[in-house]
Nanobody
Framework: QVQLVESGGGSVQAGGSLRLSCAAS????????LGWFRRVPGKEREGVAN???????RYADSVKGRFTISKDNAKDILYLQMNNLKPEDTAMYYC????????????????WGQGTQVNVSS
């Protein structure tokens, strides 16, 4: 069974950077679409970015030019490099995986991590 474990969250001032990591079960990164999502209490979950099996990426408009998704297939680790962070980026960030779906709709991803909190202060 595929498992995902996020790390790297924390608190940072606006304009700062953080890198999130998601450790996946063996062979996951080369076999599944992987994505990052975020959720703020009281708001809908938002798809942030994803990367497919061959490395094509997709981003939400709100993070384009600031966030970069990448993966290391040899280590089965998914990353999200977040630069120029804004207070509105404050959220719980989750990584997710799905064997068949590769978009930004979270309801179609079947495997989820527990999340890591990101707080950006102004």
């Amino acid at each position: 069974q595929v498992q995902l474990v996020e790390s790297g969250g924390g608190s940072v001032q606006a304009g700062g950077s953080l890198r999130l990591s998601c450790a996946a079960s063996r062979y996951t990164s080369s076999s599944y679409c992987l994505g990052w999502f975020r959720r703020v209490p009281g708001k809908e979950r938002e798809g942030v970015a994803n990367v497919d099996r061959v490395g094509n990426t997709r981003y939400a408009d709100s993070v384009k030019g600031r966030f970069t998704i990448s993966k290391d297939n040899a280590k089965d680790i998914l990353y999200l490099q977040m630069n120029n962070l804004k207070p509105e980026d404050t959220a719980m960030y989750y990584c997710a995986a799905d064997r068949y779906y590769c978009g930004l709709r979270g309801e179609y991803f079947t495997i989820w991590g527990q999340g890591t909190q990101v707080n950006v202060s102004s």
